[in-house]
Nanobody
Framework: QVQLVESGGGLVQAGGSLRLSCAAS????????MGWYRQAQGKQRELVAG???????NYADSVKSRFTIFRDNAKNTEYLQINRLKPEDTAVYYC?????????????WGQGTQVTVST
């Protein structure tokens, strides 16, 4: 059994910063790709950022230069540093990870953490 537990969401004023964390625990052999998605009310879930085991990253155009994804492989944890927040960043943020159980890989999702940006 594997769990992804997110933390760090909250209410913040526009222009502020937040750091989201996502810790994986349970029966983990290794973790491959990790990422963050978000879903605003009434909209589809969208990819925000992704990171490979080696640290290569990719971002949605709307968050480039403001969001930074990074990971601590020793802690099985990924992070999303969010700077210069905008009201349109308001959404539920979900982390995801591809986790190996020996030779089998399975995709997992966190429960989501709310980020609300006020004007």
């Amino acid at each position: 059994q594997v769990q992804l537990v997110e933390s760090g969401g909250g209410l913040v004023q526009a222009g502020g910063s937040l750091r989201l964390s996502c810790a994986a625990s349970g029966s983990i052999f290794s973790i491959s790709a990790m990422g963050w998605y978000r879903q605003a009310q009434g909209k589809q879930r969208e990819l925000v950022a992704g990171i490979t085991p080696g640290g290569s990253t990719n971002y949605a155009d709307s968050v480039k230069s403001r969001f930074t994804i990074f990971r601590d492989n020793a802690k099985n944890t990924e992070y999303l540093q969010i700077n210069r927040l905008k009201p349109e960043d308001t959404a539920v943020y979900y982390c995801t990870a591809d986790i190996y159980h020996m030779t089998r890989v399975q995709n997992y999702w966190g429960q989501g953490t709310q980020v609300t940006v006020s004007t």
